[in-house]
C-alpha cells in the first residue's frame, strides 16, 4: 500500500468515526466512541513519524493532521458542554433556587484540552491569495470546521480579500516574500494570526 493511499485509508476512517460521534450527540450510541478515537489518534500520530516524505505527501497528511485536530477539539468541547448540561439543571432543581454549593476547580479529563489553551490548527505561508488559490481552498476549509457553532461563516470571497489585507499591510511593514498565517482555537474561538514570514518558522 502506497502512502498515499494509507493517507485516503486514514481519511475514510475519520469519516466513519465523524459518523459516530454524530449518532452519539443525537442520542443514537449510550456512550461516544472514545477507544477508536485513540486508536485513530495513534494511527495518524505514527504516520507522522514516516521518513522521507514527499513535498505532495507531506501536504496531504498536514491537511489530514489538521482536520483531525479540530474534529478532536470540537468533540472535546461538546462532550464536556453535555456534561456539564446535565450535571447542572439537575442541581439547580434540587436546590430549588437556593444558590449552589461552590465547585472546586478540577483539571482537564486526560485526552482533553483545557478550552483556554492556544491550539494551533492550521498554517499556510502565502504569496498571494490569487496564485495560492489551491492551498488557501484548503486553509479556508480548516477555518469553516474550527469555527462551527459560531453562526455564519463568510464567503471564500470575503476570506480570500481579508487575507490580501493582511499581506499588503504586512509587506508595508517588513520587504517579505510570503506571510505566514496560522489559525488557533483560543478561549473556544477561532483566531486567526498573520506575520512575515520566515524559513526557520518552517521546522518549528
Keep these: 500500500m502506497t502512502l498515499e493511499e494509507e493517507i485516503a485509508r486514514l481519511e475514510k476512517r475519520v469519516i466513519q468515526l465523524r459518523i459516530q460521534f454524530d449518532l452519539f450527540f443525537a442520542g443514537g ?3 461516544p466512541p472514545l477507544d477508536p478515537r485513540d486508536d485513530l489518534d495513534r494511527d495518524i500520530k505514527r504516520m507522522g513519524s514516516t521518513r522521507d516524505m514527499k513535498l505532495s505527501q507531506r501536504f496531504m497528511y498536514n491537511t489530514l ?3 483531525w485536530n479540530i474534529f478532536t477539539e470540537l468533540w472535546n468541547k461538546r462532550i464536556q458542554a453535555r456534561e456539564e448540561g446535565t ?3 439537575a442541581v439547580a432543581r434540587r436546590r430549588q433556587g437556593s444558590s449552589p454549593a461552590p465547585q472546586p476547580p478540577t483539571a482537564p479529563a486526560p485526552g482533553r484540552r483545557d478550552p483556554a ?3 494551533l490548527v492550521a498554517r ?5 491569495a ?3 488559490e489551491g492551498e488557501l481552498k484548503t ?5 469553516l470546521e474550527a469555527r462551527q457553532g459560531e453562526g455564519k461563516a463568510p464567503s471564500f470571497e470575503k476570506f480570500r480579500t481579508e487575507i490580501e489585507k493582511h499581506i499588503e499591510i504586512i509587506r508595508r511593514k517588513s520587504s517579505c516574500e510570503r506571510v505566514d498565517f496560522r489559525l488557533y482555537l483560543e478561549n473556544n474561538k477561532v483566531a486567526l494570526k498573520a506575520k512575515p514570514h520566515k524559513e526557520e518558522d518552517e521546522v518549528s
Design 29 to 31: 450510541l449510550p456512550k
Design 65 to 67: 493532521l489538521n482536520r
Design 87 to 89: 450535571r447542572i439543571p
Design 117 to 119: 489553551e492556544r491550539r
Design 124 to 128: 499556510a505561508a502565502i504569496s498571494s
Design 130 to 132: 490569487r496564485d495560492a
Design 139 to 143: 486553509f479556508y476549509r480548516s477555518f
